[in-house]
């Protein structure tokens, strides 16, 4: 069965062959330098959730009640009411849209860690204080500059990562989630979209009033 394009069909992101959480299919090893052994529940304590590879999560991983008993919360399970957009078990920040159009400067989001972060959905599973090195002494072996966006420049993940999967995305351009919002992110030059060349390990778009041409990360 082929499947088709359409961005509004949620189902069909976790399908991708290139990159996507793994909801419908299971995880792949080494995808992800920043998973953890096992997700933590919102007091910050691993849980018997393994992450290694060929573990699957469930949609009820992220849209939950926001203090869902199966999380360690006092409230019921299941996605029917949340403090979060999204209904999101935890929070997870957006950057406010560039008031001068894609690739200007934008509000940033300032960061803090723990489960108190704007981005403690993600920190469930992924160890971004210090395996993506925000803070602490931990390397950033996948990017390298994720402090320079995320803590100087207070972009959210989501400017650069789809929260799902990627619908007909390139080995060259989308691994690791790579989606960027084109909302936030502009193109350089002429081409037609911003993207990232994980080959090269370049950049080639405008972001945050600066231009990235061919930047190496």
């Avoid at 080995?171 to 690791?176: A, L």
């Avoid at 778009?205 to 600066?210: A, E, P, R």
């Amino acid at each position: 069965m082929t499947w088709s394009t359409d961005p509004y069909n949620v189902r069909l992101d976790f399908n991708s062959v290139v990159a996507r959480h793994n909801v419908s299919q299971p995880a792949r090893p080494g995808i992800a330098p920043s998973l953890r052994a096992n997700m933590l529940d919102l007091n910050g304590n691993p849980t018997g959730r393994s992450l290694v590879a060929s573990a699957y999560i469930y949609c009820s991983d992220c849209h939950n009640n926001d203090a869902a008993r199966a999380s360690g919360g006092t409230a019921a399970n299941g996605p029917h009411g949340s403090k979060w957009t999204h209904l999101l078990e935890r929070q997870y920040q957006e950057n406010i849209l560039p008031p001068l159009g894609p690739g200007t400067f934008f509000p940033g989001i300032a960061y803090t860690p723990g489960v108190s972060s704007p981005y403690a959905l993600c920190d469930k599973c992924h160890d971004l204080d210090h395996k993506l090195g925000l803070i602490g002494g931990g390397h950033d072996t996948g990017f390298g500059r994720h402090r320079t966006h995320v803590v100087n420049d207070g972009a959210s993940c989501s400017v650069c990562h789809a929260a799902h999967g990627v619908q007909n995305g390139t080995v060259t351009e989308n691994q690791h989630l790579i989606n960027f919002d084109a909302q936030i992110v502009g193109p350089i030059g002429r081409n037609p979209k911003p993207y990232m060349d994980v080959s090269r390990r370049q950049c080639y778009l405008t972001c945050h009033g600066v231009a990235h041409n061919g930047i190496g990360y």
